[in-house]
């Protein structure tokens, strides 16, 4: 049932454009029965054109004009079969139109429908929390990775699609970047009876990755670029039997004090002789979108013993989720609203990342309307390869007026004259007749020609001069019948 309802929405496109493109289009079968055959009509001109040439002998004229129509009869017969050919070029627009369809059917699938897999970069401890809250709502690929500097690296490198980043790694502003709810805490602590001055050997997480960086740009605003970095704080989480060595003056490290591991930690190094140094990095911090200051109150971590034992200031620590520039920042949205279902999100420059969706929209009808006018011109191309042709039979509608109109039946006494005159209209009448099924089966053929007012131009003046001719004959016919009626009365 729910793949019913997943593929509706593309039943009801696929029925919309099936519907525009039968108005647009005569997509119609033609059967047998009513299909237009040129075969006939280049028979029928034929034997028009040797009934002239016999009937007619001394209108040279409609002669010349009978041998003209049977060319150009047999001309659109040899024009059909060239157009019959898949490439020629009056299809080359239908081509490009549903080639246009299926591309932008895809577009919209595979940025509103298409659940993909997502390549996750995150540390293990974070991929079971992320598998834990996501449950089986999407489907993820994580990818392991040493911090917050690895995962972007591999962002770049496009082997992970989103990744988190902590506060303090430079993030590429062309990268879709969201706030997580959940902040880090930067924990500043110093050994005991030493001062920042005397600070020499520092304790900070992975190496190069986030608390590293984030550690290093701390000590340098207070004036301590000359010091040594050491990495044991894993060390300190995952093994309860390590102690950290005595060479150690200060751990800094940026981590969420909700988790307990971290907490026992903090209390390990509190047995150890650090304590926690309140942290004031004045306009730098101020300055820095990553960084809320913060007061952390006396026992907040722990109650017995009180850690920490006074209140300090620090500083709280944003997680972003981050993703690449290709990823569609309405689905990176919809997964961070997967960890954080009830929590509003908070997205860092918001209008920026609407704004950049929405260009790329903008981008996305510009070439639509591009398209549309491309085809636009080749259609019109189209209809200029037609152009001559239909110039053709225009004229030869002309030529055909001048030669009827020179046989005026209402003024000619003669008999003999009127009925050679009658016949000379009658073949006239003909031949407008198959100029304007020629007309007819070329448009059958190319539907492009429907578009433009070449077919109906010229069956409007066949029609119309059609009917004068009729009116002279049926004139002509009454007079005939007058002149006898007044003969048998005399």
């Known amino acids: 049932m729910s793949n019913t309802k997943f593929w509706q929405p593309f039943f009801a496109l696929g029925r919309c454009i099936a519907a525009a493109l039968k108005a647009m289009f005569p997509f119609e079968k033609l059967t047998k029965d009513y299909r237009l055959e040129i075969e006939p009509v280049i028979e029928r001109a034929r034997e028009v054109k040797e009934s002239i040439h016999k009937e007619l002998v001394q209108h040279g004229g409609i002669q010349q004009l009978s041998s003209q129509i049977l060319r150009a009869a047999e001309k659109s017969k040899e024009v059909s079969e060239q157009g019959s050919h898949p490439l020629a070029f009056h299809k080359i627009p239908m081509y490009l139109l ?12 595979r940025n509103f429908y298409h659940i993909s897999t997502v390549r996750f970069a995150a540390q293990e ?3 079971g929390a992320v598998t834990q809250k996501i449950q089986s709502r999407l489907s993820m690929q994580f990818i392991p990775d040493a911090g917050s500097m690895e995962g972007l690296q591999m962002l770049q490198e496009n082997k992970a ?6 506060g303090g790694v430079e993030i590429p502003e062309a990268y879709h970047r969201l706030i997580l709810p959940e902040k880090e805490t930067l924990f500043f602590l110093v050994k005991k009876n030493k001062s920042i001055k005397d600070i020499q050997v520092v304790c900070t997480s992975v190496a190069l990755q986030g608390s590293h960086i984030l550690a290093r740009k701390v000590l340098e605003i207070l004036g301590k670029k000359d010091v040594a970095f050491v990495h044991y704080w894993t060390k300190l989480t995952d093994d309860p039997s390590f102690n950290i060595p005595d060479d150690v003056d200060c751990v800094v490290v940026s981590k969420s004090a909700q988790e307990s591991k971290n907490l026992q930690a903090i209390k390990k190094l509190i047995a150890s002789g650090f304590v926690f140094h309140s942290l004031d990095l004045g306009v730098w911090a101020d300055s820095q979108p990553y960084l809320q200051k913060t007061r952390i109150r006396a026992g907040y971590f722990f109650l017995d013993p009180c850690i920490p ?3 300090k200031e620090t500083y709280l620590v944003n997680t972003y989720l981050v993703a690449q520039p290709s990823f569609n920042p309405l689905k990176l949205r919809a997964i961070a609203n997967l960890f ?6 908070q997205i860092k420059d918001e209008d920026s990342v609407i704004k950049d969706f929405l260009e790329r929209a903008d981008a996305i009808s510009q070439i639509f309307m591009t398209t549309a006018f491309f085809l636009i011109a080749l259609f019109g191309m189209g209809v200029l390869a037609h152009r001559r042709r239909f110039n053709e039979l225009n004229t030869l509608i002309s030529l055909i007026n001048i030669h009827q109109s020179s046989k005026d039946l209402y003024d000619e006494s003669n008999p003999e004259v009127c009925v050679r005159y009658r016949h000379y209209l009658a073949y006239c009448s003909d031949l407008l007749g198959i100029i304007d099924v020629i ?5 059958q053929e190319d539907s492009t020609l429907l578009f433009n007012g070449f077919c109906s131009v010229i069956h409007q003046r066949c029609m119309n001069l059609k009917i004068n001719i009729q009116l002279k004959i049926h004139q002509s016919a009454l007079k005939h019948l007058e002149t006898i009626a007044t003969h048998s009365a005399r």
């Open 125 to 127: 401890r974070d991929a």
């Open 161 to 166: 699609d989103i990744c988190f980043i902590q």
């Open 98 to 109: 549903l080639l246009a369809i299926a591309w932008g059917g895809y577009w919209v699938y």
């Open 340 to 345: 954080y279902p009830k929590d509003i999100l």
């Open 309 to 311: 034992d006074t209140p």
């Open 439 to 443: 007309t007819g089966y070329y448009a």
